[in-house]
Nanobody, 123 residues
Framework: VQLVESGGGLVHPGDSLKLSCKLT????????FGWFREVPGKGREGIAA????????YYADSVKGRATISRDNKNNTMYLLIDDVKPEDSGVYFC?????????????????WGQGTRVTVSS
């Protein structure tokens, strides 16, 4: 099982950011997933998560109203879209796969992780 993130880089405040995470080795459809952000000194924070049916979703307060978590089961790809990015959105973003049916907002029970993609929001 492998998860590979992409879409990071330098973005300007106010722009939109779309991160992708390609899953190989398993079909995506039966599983929930989440996105996490790691910032030096702050640890890893759950940004967004969804269940395997996408019938329950979580967004951190820091991105609520600006972020959308989604998936393309046909292409085995997960997405995180953040609109109106701010400097505090900077960090390394990780996608993670859940084998639980319930919504997971913390990272400890996620089964597989990507290697991360760095996002820097700066003018």
């Amino acid at each position: 099982v492998q998860l590979v993130e992409s879409g990071g880089g330098l973005v300007h405040p106010g722009d939109s950011l779309k991160l992708s995470c390609k899953l190989t080795g398993l079909p995506l459809e039966p599983y929930g997933f989440g996105w996490f952000r790691e910032v030096p000194g702050k640890g890893r924070e759950g940004i967004a998560a969804t269940t395997y049916r996408d019938d329950d979703q979580y967004y951190a307060d820091s991105v609520k109203g600006r972020a959308t978590i989604s998936r393309d089961n046909k292409n085995n790809t997960m997405y995180l879209l953040i609109d109106d990015v701010k400097p505090e959105d900077s960090g390394v973003y990780f996608c993670a796969l859940s084998f639980y049916h319930m919504l997971l907002t913390e990272g400890t029970k996620y089964a597989h992780w990507g290697q991360g993609t760095r996002v820097t929001v700066s003018s």
